[in-house]
């Protein structure tokens, strides 16, 4: 017999169960077909506005920053002065995001480069597929747009979030990644990020930087329309 | 790891006049279960998160053939690998197995108690691995070859100067006169010399705080993002985990999810949760290329039917410890194997056998603090009773102790017996109390009066009491009547 078999079997056996009953067998199917929401916490049910400071006010609890910006276009200087504000040279790696990709650049003196992270980057760009606010929580999902590395390997993270993207509960993000991914499917990696790596494991004084990023900037776009490169 | 559970009496005797210890215990003292209120009281609907997230567990215990089936064919369907495993030598053989295929040399690995309770990296080493663990607190824990004493802080019984004498001892290659006073200059030694493992192994280990079978997904929750440098890093991933981590859906595990961090370290989330699925897609630029699951029963399938189920519930946020006062005063080595405090004294005997564990359910004053701070609900107190019931059943409790409950038994089995030696031990009692209001000292409790008094009683128990005074008014109501 299969350890799998023995397993199986021996759960069968405790529980009094065979396996083949049409009941448990159709509570189980509807279950993961339909992954229905349980509660909600009010805080995650507010309105966009609420929404967007609730998510800036938990991720400056974790020294994060944060800062909104009202469009793309004005992005990049946005993330130019966040360089600055933290006398950190301008030179970034992100990856082939296209709303990043698709930033006017010029005029900023930011020196890119792209691809996933390697040991040695001291800073990186990504862009958070999705957000829940009720813990501010940023949702970066893998891929060549936005390396998974990105998020951990260096000293210092700035992430981009689309305000459109941006909502209450963990489950309402989850729902907006199946209509992209499909029902019962994920990307490789899914990081919930709500703030720098931190331990307390030493007298259980709070220490920010353990192994990924020290610091967190968060740059929230109200407004995710494309802007037209210039010529 | 070679259980010293049977000895806690001595081993928590030790841990009581360790000044170290009992230092170290006192900067962890009170952090937990206050950030944990705080926490609480933030999210109004927290009580009631806590009892859906039991639902969704019970629900999950008594279909549980059936999630891990589904989510087996989830993870095979996204090019991942299950290993079914039913003992700790079984998980142990696979673990060396893929290791071997590989040809690895180093092994990194991210907190797991699973991985504790295999002793799995005795196993690593003694087939020519070198392990690196990269949670700060295993870190440390490692170099001083020594367990975790919390499930999720396993380095709280030790104070900063230890771990600097620590690393000044290990880490030699490093300048003598650097300065290691403040815990920032410790993890920032930690962090480099962890970051040149993390670039250099070939296989990384972790746990998993859930499976779920929606999307055949691993979801590890880390503060220092080293689970996410250990599982995207080297060429294999292996998920080290046990049956009873299953969660049904995405909205399930976040439903948990938002009672995990609160009752464990008083966070609203943890600041890294992150959910693996399958193996590097086509087009990715990073993350493993083999990732493998090892699903280990290791003697929770006896629990299903069992008095124990409900602890299968568990989450092992650590919250019972963080509010034992036995724990909090003895530390987590006392308990003597992997998993302390309440949650510990009822997993061990389970796991390890009643024999050689049996004196962790009696480490408790049964206050109810364990139970009531359970996000899951389990009744540890209840759970600790029946393991009590079933060591005196085997025969392992000490022989007065078992005569004392057998003359206590018979005697509470007869009432007119059982208050002839009441009202005769009150009567002795208070009449030798009477002078000083107390007790300093009484046979076969010395251990227990040497800190404190034993109010002497008023001479007569309870019910001879309630009997003068029933009698009384009644006298006083004939005499009202008659009008006297």
Known sequence: MSARDKVIGAIRAGLGARGDEPGRRGQVRARLERSPHGLIPARARQTKPELIAQFARMLEAQTAVVRTVENLKALPQAIAEQLAAFNLPARLRHGDDPVIAGLDWEGTMIERETGPAIGTDAISLSRASLAASETGTLILTSGADNPSTLNFLPDTHFVVLLAENLHGSYEEAWDALRTTYGRGAMPRTVNFVSGPSATADIEHTLVRGAHGPRRLAVFVVLNGQPTRRKN | ?484
């Open chain 2, 1 to 484: 790891m070679q259980p010293t559970s049977h000895s806690f009496k001595q081993n928590a005797s030790a841990a009581l006049i360790d000044a170290d210890l009992q230092r170290a215990l006192g900067h962890a003292r009170g952090g937990f279960s206050t950030k944990r209120a705080m926490a609480r009281d933030l999210l109004p609907e927290f009580d009631a998160l806590c009892e859906q997230a039991k639902q969704i567990k019970d629900h999950t215990i008594a279909h549980l053939d059936l999630y891990l089936e589904a989510y087996e064919q989830k993870v095979i369907e996204t090019g991942g690998q299950v290993h079914w495993a039913t003992t700790a030598e079984d998980a142990r053989q696979i673990i060396l197995g893929i290791c071997k295929e590989a040809g690895a040399k180093l092994v990194t690995k991210g907190k797991s108690m699973v991985a504790e309770e295999i002793s799995l990296n005795g196993a690593l080493e003694g087939a020519g691995y070198e392990v690196a663990e990269t949670d700060l607190g295993e870190y440390i824990i490692q170099i001083r070859n020594e367990a975790p004493s919390h499930i999720i802080a396993p380095a709280v019984h030790l104070n900063r100067d230890q771990v600097e004498a620590d690393f000044r001892r290990v880490h030699k290659h490093l300048p003598e006169g650097r300065s290691l006073t403040e815990p920032t200059e410790l993890v920032s030694e930690a962090r480099g010399i962890l970051r040149e493992k993390f670039l250099a192994a070939d296989v990384g280990i972790t746990g998993a705080n859930f499976i779920i079978a929606e999307t055949g997904t691993s979801v590890i929750v880390t503060n220092e993002g080293n689970g996410d440098l250990t599982q995207l890093l080297p060429r294999i991933h292996i998920v080290l985990t046990t049956i009873e981590k299953v969660v049904p859906t995405l909205s399930d595990v976040s439903a948990i999810l938002r009672v995990l961090a609160r009752s464990a370290t008083g966070q609203e989330i943890s600041m890294y949760t992150t959910f693996s699925t399958g193996p590097r897609r086509p087009g990715d630029p990073d993350g493993p290329e083999e990732y493998h699951v090892v699903l280990l029963d290791n003697g929770r399938t006896e629990m299903i039917g069992s008095d124990f189920q409900d602890m299968l519930r568990c989450i092992r946020c650590g919250s019972c410890m963080n509010h034992c006062p036995v724990y909090s005063a003895v530390g987590g080595h006392s308990y003597g194997w992997v998993y302390p405090g309440p949650m510990g004294a009822v997993l061990t005997p389970q796991l390890i056998g009643v024999h050689e564990a049996g004196s962790l359910p009696n480490a408790s004053t049964f206050c109810g603090r364990c139970e009531a701070v359970c996000p899951m609900k389990i009744p540890l107190p209840k759970m600790m009773r029946h393991w009590r019931e079933r060591e005196y059943d085997a025969g392992d409790s000490p022989w007065l102790q078992r005569m004392a409950i057998r003359g206590w038994s018979y005697a509470a089995k007869r009432p007119k017996l059982y208050r002839f030696f009441a009202n005769a031990a009150m009567g002795v009692m208070g009449e030798w109390g009477k002078a000083r209001g107390n007790f300093r000292w009484l046979p076969l409790a010395g251990a227990w009066l040497k800190y404190r008094d034993l109010p002497a009683p008023p001479g007569r128990t309870f019910q001879s009491q309630w009997k003068s005074e029933l009698k009384r008014r009644r006298i006083e109501a004939e005499m009202q009547e008659l009008g006297l």
